[in-house]
Each structure stands twice: as C-alpha cells, then as structure tokens.
C-alpha cells in the first residue's frame, strides 16, 4: 500500500441540493470548461464542493469530460492552440479547488510522477496539461521540464522514489528517445519498481508496445486513469467520499 | 545492375500530390512528365484529416492514367500514415517533415535539431501561408484580445530560442528576410538563415528516387516505423 485512508466521520451530511439538480450543475461544469470560462468553472466548482458532493464526480463527471471535448476537437481540427491553453486554464481553476481537499483526505500522496518531455522536444502543452490533470488527482508530480535526456529521467526516478516514469513528445522525430529511456531504465535494473507511461501526438498504442510501456494514454485526460490502473489503485480512490 | 523502378522510361507519366507550402520550389523542378495537385498547407495541423484528404485523391486516380503517383509530404505528424494505392506505386521521400525536404538531408535538419531543438523554421511558402508566430499573435487578438493572445503565444513558444529561415532559392529572400527578423525580434529570440536544397525536389520530380525515398509497391501503406531510423 503506498499510503493509508484517513479515518473518516462516519455523520455523513445530505448534500443540500437534490441529485437531479447536482447532476444539472455538473453538466454545466463540463459544458464552462468546454467554453473555457474559468469564472463559472470557479462558481460551479466551489458551489458543488460546498454542497459535498463527491469529489469523483466533480473530476469525472464535470471537469474531465468538459476538457476531454476540446482536446478531440483539437484532434479534429475544430480548435487550435488557444483554445486547448484557454480550457486548460479553466480546468486548472476547478482542480486547483479539488486538490488541497483530496490531500486533506490522505496521508501520503497517491503516488509519485516524475514526468518530462523527452530530448530535442520542446513542446509542452499536452505534458503541462497531463500535469494540472495528475496533480488535481492526488499524485505528487516532478516536471523535469522539456527536452529531458533518458540519464536525466532515470536520476530522477531515482532520486525522489518515484513509482512512475511519464514521458511525452510531439514530434516523430523525438519519440526514439522513449525507447531509449525505457531502455536505460531497464538496464539500470529499475524496471521492476517502476511503471512507464507514454504520450503525445505522434505516439500509438503499437508504439507504446513495442518500446515496453506500461501504459499509453490516447489524450491527456486519460493519464490520471491509466496511472492508478498501473499501480493497482482503484479509480475512484481518495475522491469518492465526501467530507 | 540495378532493375529500374518502371520498365519504360520514354512517356513515364507521373503524378506529385503535395502540401501547398513547396508548390513553388517544387513547380520548379517541372520536366514536362508530371502533373502536380497541391493540397491546403494547413492539413498539417490535423494528421488524421491529412491521411483522408490524401487518400481521397489517390482513390481517384484510375490506373492507366499514371504510372505511378509521389507524395510531396514528409511523415507529417503521422499524417501520411495508412495512406495506400491498389493501383500505383507510391514514392515518398524519407523525412519526418518538410523541414528535411528544404534543407536537403535527413542528416542536416538532425544536426539543427540537436543543435538548436529550440528552431521555429520558416520558409517564403510557409511565410505566405501566414505560420509566422507574429501572424499568429494576430490572429489570436483578434479572436480573445491582447492580453489572452500573448498568454496564448508565450505559452506555445516560451521554449523556442531561434528563427531561421530556410532560403530555398526559389523566392527573393528580402522581403521573407524582413518579416522573419521581425518575429524573431518581437519573440526576443535570435535569427538566422540557413541555405536550402533543391535536392529533394528535383529528385521528387525526376526520380531516381533511390536512398531517401520509400518505394511503397500497389496494396501495401505507408507506416511509421518507416521513418524511424532518420
């Protein structure tokens, strides 16, 4: 086990509104992250965080599927870059308000990511995004930042005890240097104590495979899921109860 | 000796399907064998829909009206990928995009990416298709505003350390010269200009179409894994 629940009050107060109204007011969340409106994303998060509802749900149900739309709209060619930053910024308001009360509910963290772009690739838009998403689950991030080389990313796995290695690229002509990481962390006889996660455009699942990652995420929004079924936690740990 | 890629060489009647951004300098190299259709620059952005605008076209095509057809495109994001013809032979160049195709090597767009990873390339075509980071300021304030604009811009190129424009030798370079050093000096970055090649695009014309290009024969598609050792 890497961490330990807190006990929890077992008074559990009913939430104040009804379900009908709670699912309605999720649908508006998804539907101000998709509009990118960070002021009502920061009103509907705050008013359903005080009515206590699940904190599962608000992620899940309201905050995830709102900035899952914009990203295959962005895959599409339906929106551009400041359309993808701007609903980052507005999901990063509502998780900035879930993530201090998941770590109120732990005493560890989730688990540890260290996380970087990979060499001679500077993007990092989709990495940063992946970010705001594990940190507002309760994982505890190490950004290595961008055109990271694999010696840099197994140091630091090391380093700070992480369970998780993620890497991300964007150009098909950086995305070797994943394999080569994989590799490294292999020889350095790590592997066995650490999961590997990969993405960015360019990347496929056969890709994924072929170069021994446990776990490929499509889109950035998937990452917070695909971590915890890597490390065998459940989905909905450390969020789905109320205070 | 080496079996020559088609049987006949008198009357080879080709066809090049290639991005917009190089219709000039591949224009150029016309020898009178190949007819060229130029597709929206901007399919780059979207591989998936790049694929399907592509593959649409080739469907088109009835065998005997070709002898075979060249793709004009590098991997593209993946955007090439799948791509396939049951009656042609494909020829594509060996490049992870067209940056390679306008320096001339595989080997040299590697050397500027190790040297500078942090290279925003511009070429007259691309300049003129508007993918300048200024022109893209613009229309980022036009939609959100000033302030929205150089958030959004900050964030999409805090990384990138140099401009350089590639002089292909197909356009005057001092107009494109003059809009690239405004770039670089409105993102505080430096500038430089680097010579291009018509290398690959005369060889994309006029073959021989020998080591930076795949040979993809009528039933097989274009795959990734194709261009990982560039």
């Known amino acids: 086990m890497i961490y330990q629940e807190k006990k929890i009050n077992p008074i559990k107060i009913l939430p104040t509104i009804g379900e009908a109204e709670v699912e309605m007011k999720l649908v508006q969340l998804q539907q101000a992250v998709a509009l990118r409106n960070c002021k009502v994303v920061k009103e509907l998060t705050e008013g359903l965080v005080k009515e206590e509802v699940d904190l599962f749900k608000i992620l899940n149900h309201g905050l995830i599927p709102g900035m899952l739309e914009n990203s295959e709209r962005f895959r599409r060619g339906e929106f551009f870059i400041p359309e993808l930053l701007m609903s980052s910024r507005a999901l990063k308001i509502g998780l900035n308000i879930l993530r201090p009360l998941i770590q109120e509910r732990k005493r560890g963290v989730l688990g540890r990511i260290v996380i970087g772009t990979v060499k001679f690739d500077l993007h990092d838009i989709g ?30 796995v090391e380093k700070n005890g992480a369970q998780i290695l993620a890497m991300s690229s964007l150009l098909t002509s950086t995305m070797s240097w994943m394999r080569s990481t994989i590799e490294l962390l ?5 592997d066995g104590l650490v999961k590997t996660m990969v993405g960015g455009a360019p990347v496929t699942p056969i890709f994924a495979k072929n170069i021994g990652a446990d776990a490929y995420c499509r889109e950035a929004t998937s990452a917070p899921a695909m971590a915890k079924r890597i490390l065998g936690i459940r989905e909905d740990e450390h969020t789905s109860f109320t205070k | 000796m080496k079996t020559p890629l088609f049987k006949k060489s008198h009357d080879l009647k080709l066809l090049v399907l290639a991005c917009a951004v190089m219709e ?24 998936e829909n790049m694929s399907k605008a592509i593959q649409v076209e080739i469907d088109r095509v009835n065998e005997e009206e070709y002898d075979g057809i060249i793709l004009g495109y590098g991997l593209c994001s993946n955007g090439i990928v799948g791509v396939h013809s049951h009656r042609h032979r494909l020829i594509v160049p060996r490049a992870h995009d067209c940056i390679t195709l306008f320096l001339g090597s595989p080997e040299s767009y590697k050397s500027q990416s190790v040297k500078h990873p942090g290279t925003y390339y511009l070429t007259p075509g691309w300049i003129e298709k508007g993918e300048t980071p200024l022109s893209k300021y613009g229309s980022y304030a036009k939609s959100y505003g000033e302030e929205t604009a150089r958030w959004v811009l900050h964030e999409e190129m805090k990384h990138y350390t140099r401009i350089a424009v590639i002089d292909t030798g197909v ?51 274009i795959q990734q894994d194709m261009f990982f050792d560039l």
């Open chain 1, 186 to 190: 292999h020889a350095s006889g790590m």
């Open chain 1, 127 to 156: 990495k940063n995004l992946v970010i705001i998403l594990l940190e507002g689950n309760g994982f505890e991030i190490i950004d290595l930042g961008v055109d990271v080389p694999p010696e840099k990313f197994i140091k630091a």
């Open chain 2, 171 to 221: 356009y005057p370079l001092e107009p494109y010269q003059k809009i690239a050093i405004q770039n670089a000096k409105f993102l505080g970055i430096s500038y430089e200009e680097l010579k291009g090649s018509p290398y690959f695009f005369k060889e994309l014309v006029a073959g021989p179409w020998e080591k930076d290009f795949l040979i993809i024969e009528k039933g097989y598609s």
């Open chain 2, 24 to 47: 000039k300098e591949i224009r150029q190299c016309q020898n009178g064998r190949v007819e060229f259709k130029f597709f929206d620059y901007g399919l780059h952005r979207t591989p």
